[in-house]
């Protein structure tokens, strides 16, 4: 069921050119091992389709799209080069990092210095000196977010809060998470720039690198190239071609943290610019330093923006210990294996409707073993071949279906509910 990878076809739709598996040192019959992966990940009922693109030495290898873009059986089914997904997390690193690495790049903003130099709203007590650097590292002392969309949905006034939250840290203190520290990033962006963070991105990098298919707040009439996210979300209808994150919805639809869509296949080119050094087919973004310098791990597992593989986050075992990458929690993510020269996209919507009892697990299973399966194919590696693994996360669905259990006070309190309900029935 391999997709496509025959010596014949010159190019791929995104413009990478497609070689067999064995043209660049990957096995076939290894790689053939993600259609039962990802067909297992949808008959658990942890999404309903999947995008996968995988390449690997400036060639594409693998582009399959795999079930349908919802639940219901009219659906279309999902095409890797032309379904379209919202990215979630995946917003930081391909949006917002990459442009602050472009204005680092030109000396336009400078790493170690204080986040109120650029933004002269964000300032009292500690946050005074919060630096660029700290925000990247998710080590400025943000909280990890807060909800924006229950004060307002205003965008300037959204932002106004975000430059008005307190730190729960020191910065440098303590490593969390921030959706706000990626808002202020994209903030520093608009402020040094002059321009919104998505037109920027779009002259900068989507438009130069002929990313045709991505773009924040796509147009209407793109609606049914792109898969629904959300059935029942706060703002009480289903949710197809909108961002799915709430706070990015108070934003307008653009945000540091989140509101990117895109297609897989314009995701790899994306990745092999990276892996080129910040240069795809003629065209630089970014040098080649910068790019070394934001992927190289900085504080614990993260580099700058980027998060770097430590066996977890969806990198699997196998992925080498200079491969970094992000996820986002629609259920997309991305890895760059430098020292394979490989990329490995996975684009899902597990937040429609999952079916599974916990659809978590399930992407979380699915992605590592997507790692692993695209590691253990690269069979010209100097030294020992790494074994193909006897099973799969997914062949063994430890925990995907399982009953949540409950602790015995709340199941005392539930069988006392029983009780007092056949006492005094309605």
């Known amino acids: 069921m391999l997709l496509l990878v025959v010596a014949a076809i010159l190019s791929s739709s995104s413009g990478l050119p497609v070689k067999s598996p064995s043209a660049v040192g990957m096995s076939e019959r290894r790689l053939d091992a993600i259609n039962r992966v990802i067909a297992r990940g949808i008959k658990a009922g942890g999404f309903p389709g999947a995008s996968v693109v995988i390449g690997r030495k400036g060639a594409l290898v693998w582009e399959h799209g795999f079930g349908r873009l919802s639940w219901e059986t009219s659906s279309d089914h999902v095409s890797a080069d032309s379904t379209i997904y919202d990215l979630a997390s995946l917003s930081k690193v391909v949006g917002t990092t990459t442009a602050i690495m472009i204005l680092y790049d030109e000396g336009r903003v400078s790493l170690d210095a204080p986040v109120v130099s650029y933004l002269p709203g964000f300032t009292g007590g500690y946050k005074d000196s919060v630096t660029v650097r700290q925000l990247l590292e998710h080590r400025s002392g943000l909280p990890a977010g807060r909800d924006l969309w ?116 314009d995701l790899a080119v994306f990745a092999q610019m990276l892996l080129n050094g910040g240069v795809y087919n003629g065209t630089r973004i970014v040098s080649d330093s910068v790019v070394a310098l934001f992927t190289r791990r900085a504080a614990g597992t993260r580099a700058l923006g980027w998060d770097t593989c430590d066996g977890e986050a969806g990198c699997g075992r196998f992925m080498g210990s200079h491969a970094y990458g992000h996820t986002g929690f629609t259920g997309t993510s991305i890895w760059i294996d430098p020292d394979r020269q490989m990329f490995v996209i996975l684009l899902t919507n597990r937040v429609h409707g999952a079916r599974a009892r916990r659809p978590a697990r399930v992407i979380a299973d699915v992605r590592a073993d997507l790692a692993d399966a695209a590691a253990v194919a690269c069979t010209d590696e100097p030294g020992a071949v790494l074994s193909m693994p006897v099973a799969f996360r997914a062949d063994r669905e430890s925990g995907w279906n399982s009953r949540i259990r409950h602790s015995r006070r709340s199941r005392a309190a539930h069988r006392a509910h029983r009780k007092a309900r056949a006492k005094h029935p309605k």
């Open 150 to 265: 229950r004060l307002t949905h205003d965008p300037d006034q959204a932002k106004q809060y975000i430059l008005e939250t307190q730190l729960e840290c020191r910065p440098g203190d303590c490593y969390i998470y921030s959706d706000l520290g990626a808002d202020l990033l994209g903030m520093i962006v608009e402020s040094v720039t002059g321009e919104t963070l998505d037109v920027f991105l779009q002259e900068r990098v989507f438009g130069p690198l002929g990313m045709t298919d991505t773009y924040y707040r796509p147009d209407a009439a793109l609606k049914w190239r792109i898969a629904p996210t959300e059935l029942n979300p706060p703002r009480g209808y289903p949710l197809q071609g909108e961002v799915h994150d709430e706070n990015a919805f108070a934003m307008g639809g653009v945000a540091g943290h989140a509101g990117m869509f895109s297609t897989a296949s």
